[in-house]
């Protein structure tokens, strides 16, 4: 069986997108950032740590556990908590590039094979007015960057260089190896 240990609504239907059967476990577990890593190993750490408890109830499962951030200047930006947060957020981002990173954890038996994909996003210039208006809709809130590239945020995407599904929070080649890898999935 796969356990998805995720509750986001996004990663629920690109898994069901490729017509993959999972149920999903949340671990719980209050999620602890690890301070002074570098993006790509923030985001690792955070996915091994939401699929690591999951996989302890039910070690012959394989679980897919999973972390996205944006990362721009030099600064992780997760998810705002607050429209103050998330206009602080786009305002610095727009006109700009920035990485998203997510992070992979696939763990089976025992066993952990944790990775991460990059995307490089660029936004459009955006006025004071696109960002309060956008901020409004409330998508925001929920996004790590504070925007979605697949619902109304996605006007401001000017150039994604990566995988596309990396930027909503699942990169499906990379977890498609990944199952592979762990024997849920043949060719």
């Not at 992070?103 to 007015?129: I, Q, W, Y």
């Not at 504070?146 to 599904?165: D, H, K, T």
Request: proline share 7%.
């Amino acid at each position: 069986m796969i356990i998805l240990a995720s509750s986001s609504p996004r990663r629920r239907e690109l898994l069901s997108m490729i017509g993959l059967n999972f149920v999903i476990e949340t671990s719980g577990e209050e999620e602890v950032q690890p301070h002074g890593l570098p993006p790509e190993k923030f985001v690792k750490t955070l996915a091994l740590q939401k699929a690591a408890p999951v996989a302890k109830r039910h070690p012959n499962d394989c679980v897919i556990g999973a972390d996205t951030i944006v990362y721009l200047e030099g600064d992780i930006l997760g998810k705002p908590h607050t429209p103050e947060t998330a206009k602080a957020y786009l305002t610095r981002m727009q006109g700009k590039s920035h990485i998203v990173y997510t992070g992979l954890a696939v763990l089976k038996n025992g066993n952990a094979d944790v990775r991460h994909s990059e995307t490089k996003v660029t936004f459009a210039p955006m006025s004071e007015r696109e960002i309060d208006a956008y901020v409004a809709t409330g998508e925001p809130l929920d996004k790590a960057g504070a925007y979605g590239v697949q619902g109304p945020g996605g006007v401001f995407v000017e150039r994604v260089e990566g995988n596309y599904f990396n930027v909503i929070g699942l990169p499906l080649p990379t977890l498609y190896q990944m199952l592979i890898a762990a024997g849920e999935l043949s060719v």
